[in-house]
């Protein structure tokens, strides 16, 4: 089976253990779900300690046990539990990405990357976010990234679709029409492709 297939298998079985303890649950656990993955996208000695197959289980258990002590709500930390004893703990990045998606999309929110030439200000990013809540018909969480080689507009990213509405998209797409197009009988006195 396919590490994202699981991943969700098992996010969705963390959102259901969450709405059953409450509303505010489902946030609680996906903070808990985000710090713990990003401790392991983060610290090396970590992950290989958690993923090597020579470091037992109950001492696995045991270093998150003391990790997530008082920090994560303790529904979350037998999930935590399981997933080491079904040696899946190498997905925690996958079921935290997983996880956050399936409860946004519950909540009806959406999240969207969007690269762009320069800073914006305040009064861009609202404009940004108004534009796209009308677009998508959900509460929209933007992040902002410059990259100083798009020579105008923006890149929107929302999961796996891109929108690429920069200058340097339009003008490769203005190339890509010119090149295809053929020319006008007339100086070299046939047609001849561009």
Do not use: C, W
């Not at 991943?7 to 709405?19: F, G, H, I, S, V």
């Not at 001492?59 to 990790?67: E, H």
């Amino acid at each position: 089976m396919r590490a994202e297939i699981i991943a969700r298998n098992y996010a969705e079985t963390l959102a259901a253990l969450a709405e059953r303890q409450g509303p505010a649950a489902l946030e609680q656990f996906g903070t808990a779900l985000d710090d713990l993955a990003a401790m392991l996208q983060g610290d090396a000695r970590m992950r290989q300690f958690l993923e090597t197959p020579r470091v037992r289980p109950e001492q696995k258990k045991d270093a998150l046990r003391q990790a997530l002590a008082g920090r994560a709500p303790e529904m979350f930390v037998r999930f935590v539990m399981v997933l080491v004893d079904k040696r899946r703990q190498s997905l925690l990045p996958e079921i935290a990405q997983a996880y956050r998606d399936l409860v946004d999309q519950r909540m009806g929110r959406a999240r969207v990357d969007v690269t762009i030439s320069h800073a914006p200000d305040a009064a861009l990013q609202a404009e940004i976010q108004r534009a796209l809540e009308a677009q998508l018909g959900r509460t929209v969480t933007a992040t902002y990234r410059v990259d100083p080689e798009l020579l105008g507009g923006m890149v929107l990213r929302l999961g796996d679709e891109i929108l690429d509405g920069s200058v340097r998209s339009r003008a490769s797409a203005l190339r890509r029409r010119l090149m295809e197009s053929t020319m006008p009988a007339g100086a070299n006195g046939s047609a001849a492709a561009v």
